[in-house]
């Protein structure tokens, strides 16, 4: 599948602000420090960054808001409508936070169901397409939900940190949830790598019984929008190395990084160690969301000989 | 009204190709292109159409494959590989993921006649549903930025002021060796349904589980070229005048 960037940065980015969104809504920062008010100000800066960017690959944008009205069948309709509903917990969590200096309960944990139901809804627009075999498993929402997890925890450590408020609790939570997430993720790929392809060529054109099916002739010499946006295609000694660098970048340097933050509390190394982790995740999640894409097979390719 | 209706429709309206009988001359795929271009919905639009980079919005093209039997041996055209020509445009399932998907409501399938059309006024042109389609079937046009796909040319199957012979699909109409049929594949009795229960026609893809209403009729057994030479050599089924020719020559 073509990795396209404006989905890539959307996933990214709104992972990072539900999962900070789900820290802030738990109650795990202290309202009344700058950091916190700030915090609540990057969640939604990064859940509505994220949403406008992935209207950006759309034919029709200015049409957008009808993709709400098809929630009955559609995980793209729900996603949508969730973003929006999620807003109102978040928004009176941010108002109340950076306004009155607290924390209130019920939004905050409506806060943290809606961030949960967002990120799941987005992972089935993916999960639920059985066309992309190594994306259709249940493993997939529960990546991006653990991922969400680890994004969150690693920016409410650096918000708490700058703050010099408690890091103790969501630094054990980043290392807890960067393992979860990797472990599911190793799953993922071993899953992709290991599938018996649902649909072959042989399938796809019904000649199988008269043996071994190879594309002769592309039906034009040209690419066409269905081999770029389905045919994109990484070789797999460069997918290797860069899942490696996603699980490094991603996964082990932050978790060094927090034992830092955990080892030299809430100084300024701590802050500086904070910040750090959450560079390199971020990297790593760029890479990991790119791969997702790029690696992904389409069964549609079974006719384009790919 | 993205939710499919309730299955099976009444009517399911479709294609049926016939594989053996398919030249792979590309008629089709112009002829489509020439109704549907100026037809329902926004045109068919070409993006550097003269230059070296020449793409464009096709709802139907034919690809061609080479079918190897077990142990076959490719050698022009005394080998055993067959080539078979493959058009392929929307098969209009049965359960179709490309309508659930839509977020806007713009994909649907015709509770009447099982038609899946893309209301373009309402497309955002997201192409969620080309992902969700294993065959290919939808192509987003670059131009309009709306997702374009076969309509069964729904534009000439009702069209009264066209000439009866006229109201089927253009693909069909144009075909020159009546590789592609159209009609009721819900009517047991209609002429697509006898040509799939006689020839054995067949789904693509059945394990997707998009139950696709177009079916495609497998070419027929066949002799390889050196095969059916060599048989030419054996003579002693003649009879008559022929087989004291046979004799005589033989002796000669």
Not at chain 1, 16 to 39: D, E, F, I, M, R
Not at chain 1, 172 to 200: C, Q, V, Y
Not at chain 1, 272 to 298: I, K, N, P, Q, Y
Not at chain 2, 182 to 190: E, M, R
Request: charged share 15%.
């Amino acid at each position: 599948m073509h990795p396209a960037l404006s989905i890539i940065v959307f996933t990214t980015a709104s992972g990072l602000g539900y999962g900070l969104a789900a820290a802030l809504g738990l109650g795990l920062l202290n309202p009344a420090l700058v950091s916190t008010k700030l915090a609540h100000f990057v969640a939604l800066a990064l859940i509505g960054g994220g949403l406008l960017s992935s209207t950006l690959h759309l034919g029709n944008p200015q049409r957008a808001w009808r993709a709400l009205s098809q929630w009955r069948s559609s995980w793209l309709s729900r996603e949508g409508v969730m973003a929006i509903v999620t807003f109102v917990p978040l928004c009176i969590s941010a108002y109340a936070a950076i306004f009155h200096s607290r924390y209130l309960l019920l939004p905050g944990l409506l806060g943290v169901a809606g961030a949960g139901v967002t990120v799941y809804c987005t992972s089935m627009i993916y999960a639920s397409l059985k066309s992309v075999q190594a994306w259709h498993t249940p493993l997939t929402p529960l990546c991006y939900l653990l991922f969400a997890g680890a994004g969150g925890s690693l920016l409410g450590l650096l918000f708490a940190a700058a703050g010099g408020g408690d890091t103790p609790i969501l630094a054990l939570l980043s290392i807890a949830f960067l393992g979860a997430a990797w472990t599911a993720k190793l799953a993922w790929r071993r899953n992709m790598e290991n599938m018996d392809p649902l649909s072959t060529p042989e399938s796809a054109t019904g000649l199988g019984n008269l043996g071994r099916v190879r594309l002769f002739e592309r039906p034009h010499i040209n690419d066409n929008y269905l081999t770029s946006e389905m045919g994109f295609r990484v070789a797999r000694k460069h997918a290797d190395k860069l899942a490696k660098i996603s699980l490094i970048a991603g996964g082990i340097v932050p978790a060094v990084l927090v034992l830092g933050v955990l080892a030299s509390g809430a100084s300024g190394l701590g802050v500086a160690l904070a910040a750090l982790a959450v560079l390199s995740h971020a990297v790593g999640m760029l890479t990991e969301r790119w791969l997702f894409f790029a690696e992904a097979r389409h069964a549609v390719m079974n006719y384009y000989g790919g | 009204m993205t939710c499919l209706p309730s299955n099976p429709t009444p009517k399911k309206l479709g294609l049926v190709i016939d594989l053996d009988v398919c030249v792979g001359c590309h008629a089709c795929v112009v002829s489509c292109k020439e109704w549907n271009t100026g037809g329902y919905g926004a045109a068919l639009s070409d993006q550097d159409p003269y230059g070296a980079d020449v793409s464009g919005t096709f709802l139907n093209r034919i690809h061609s494959f080479e079918v190897l039997p077990e142990g076959g041996e490719v050698a022009a055209e005394r080998g055993e590989a067959r080539l078979i020509h493959f058009p392929k445009s929307c098969l209009h399932c049965e359960d179709a993921p490309c309508v659930t998907v839509c977020p806007t409501g713009a994909s649907y399938k015709r509770a009447d006649d099982g038609i899946v059309l893309v209301d373009e006024d309402m497309c955002i042109g997201c192409g969620l549903c080309a992902w969700a389609c294993p065959y290919g079937a939808r192509e987003m046009d670059l131009a309009a930025g709306v997702m374009k796909k076969c309509t069964l040319c729904i534009d000439r199957i009702y069209n009264e002021t066209i000439e009866e012979v006229d109201r089927v699909p253009s693909c069909v109409r144009t075909c020159p060796t009546n590789a592609r049929h159209f009609g009721d594949l819900a009517d047991p009795n209609s002429a697509v349904s006898i040509m799939v229960a006689e020839r054995g026609g067949m789904d693509l893809m059945p394990e997707q589980g998009t139950k696709p209403v177009n079916k495609y009729l497998p070419p027929r057994p066949r002799l390889p070229l050196a095969a059916a030479a060599a048989g030419r050599e054996d003579t002693s089924g003649a009879t008559g005048f022929f087989a004291w020719l046979d004799g005589m020559l033989d002796r000669i």
